[in-house]
């Protein structure tokens, strides 16, 4: 009943061109994981660590599978540059961003290039962050969904939200929406996902979208179903 009170969430995917090196690793990385069969159908491997190396790509890094360390591409970032870009106008404009990361590499370059940009940034890891937010003395707060979707009220600081990276958990993302798209927010809030075109990231979203569907379908169900409950009773 609360969420009634609140306007419906604006979501805008915002398509990003990959820079030539990051396209031909991207590329290469993706044809060893994807071969044709012999009998004409193809095959993709849907491992975990292989999804999460070609989303890695799209921001411009991979990890080194023996050593862990991030190995950036050498004229990459072109998503991480774009995110920086978007915070900036929004800075410009007087609106504090909520940016959400999925790996830990991404979130330390984005700060890097952030602070040479001169933005305002912090992390749920800094010290008085939700303080600062909340009086909306920051331009960025970054935020990891997983560890940063429940219980924070977040809503007092600012009413836009930028996916640098999307995470295939739907309670995450749903619950990382959530820390601004609640009861308390004065705005309407607008959600941004940054997408590498032509790249695994664009067949998270429609995932997503088809995961809250379902989560409609069954709250309705639960729903219709305590309702005639009750009437019987």
């Not at 504090?96 to 370059?109: G, H, I, K, M, P």
């Not at 939700?130 to 707060?141: C, H, I, S, T």
Request: charged residues 25%; glycine residues 10%; hydrophobic residues 40%.
């Amino acid at each position: 009943e609360d969420w009634l009170e609140l306007p419906e969430m604006m979501e805008t995917e915002m398509p990003v061109e990959l820079a030539e090196v990051e396209r031909n690793a991207y590329m290469d990385l993706n044809a060893v994981l994807h071969f044709e069969m012999p009998d004409g159908l193809d095959f993709t491997a849907s491992d975990k660590g292989k999804f999460a190396k070609l989303q890695t790509l799209c921001a411009g890094f991979v990890y080194d599978t023996e050593t862990g360390d991030a190995l950036r591409l050498e004229g990459g970032g072109t998503k991480i540059r774009a995110a920086v870009e978007f915070c900036e106008r929004c800075a410009a404009e007087g609106e504090s961003v909520l940016l959400f990361y999925q790996y830990r590499e991404s979130a330390v370059w984005f700060g890097e290039l952030a602070k040479e940009a001169g933005l305002r940034i912090a992390s749920t890891s800094s010290k008085g962050w939700l303080e600062r937010w909340n009086n909306g003395e920051l331009d960025v707060l970054v935020a990891n969904p997983a560890s940063a979707g429940h219980g924070l009220n977040l809503q007092h600081g600012g009413h836009v939200v930028l996916w640098m990276e999307l995470t295939y958990n739907y309670e995450h993302y749903a619950q990382a929406n959530a820390r601004l798209h609640r009861t308390g927010q004065a705005e309407r809030v607008r959600c941004y996902y940054l997408v590498a075109k032509g790249t695994v990231d664009g067949r998270i979203l429609p995932a997503l979208r088809k995961k809250a569907e379902v989560n409609r379908n069954v709250q309705d169900m639960t729903k219709g179903e305590t309702l005639n409950g009750r009437r019987m009773g």
